[in-house]
């Protein structure tokens, strides 16, 4: 007689949105809503040029789940007008609830509005005390050229000083 296939299959591992080039040493896992804002920020950190893998956290809830599997920094927009319960969207909660995904994090990263006042980059706070990681950096809006560097430094300087 057959058995029975498990009641939870393995999760398949997503690619990533831009893969590492050479060497992998690290991945940076971010969302952006259809306005595209922190895409076109990760985007222009070219960080799979220093062996980052980039996967971006799917937009639509009937889109399949990211599943990431090795280390990574989380970058994350904040919404809510300065409301704390609203500040963390729930694609992230989504991608953060699974156990497997939350094993990997390593830090956090957020963009903000600061006419949100004391709650700019507030989803970044959250985070960060949530899954006691440290929140690495902060930018405003789509960010601009020094932060790109910044953060493309920063990213890769974060992988060389934490190998897993």
């Known amino acids: ?15 990533p949105e831009y893969p590492a080039d050479g060497e992998r040493i690290g991945a940076l896992v971010y969302f ?26 799917p937009v639509r809830p009937h ?18 007008g300065g409301s704390a319960r609203k500040a963390v969207l ?8 699974d156990p497997a995904n939350r094993a990997g994090i390593r830090g956090v990263i957020a963009s903000g509005n600061t006419n949100f006042g004391e709650a700019f980059c ?11 990681v440290p929140f690495l950096y902060y930018f405003e809006l789509m960010g601009t050229k020094e932060d790109e560097t910044k953060v493309r430094q920063g990213v890769l300087d974060f992988f060389r000083n934490h190998p897993e």
Do not use: W
């Open 122 to 132: 507030m989803a970044g706070d959250i985070v960060s005390q949530k899954c006691k």
């Open 63 to 80: 889109e399949p789940p990211l599943n990431v599997r090795e280390p990574y920094i989380l970058m994350v927009p904040t919404y809510g």
């Open 32 to 57: 952006s809503s259809q306005s595209e804002n922190t895409a076109r920020f990760v985007a222009n950190c070219h960080l799979q040029e220093e062996g980052i893998d980039v996967f971006r956290i």
């Open 1 to 15: 007689m057959e058995q029975s296939a498990p009641a939870q299959e393995a999760q398949m591992v997503s690619m």
């Open 90 to 97: 729930p694609q992230i909660k989504r991608f953060l609830n």
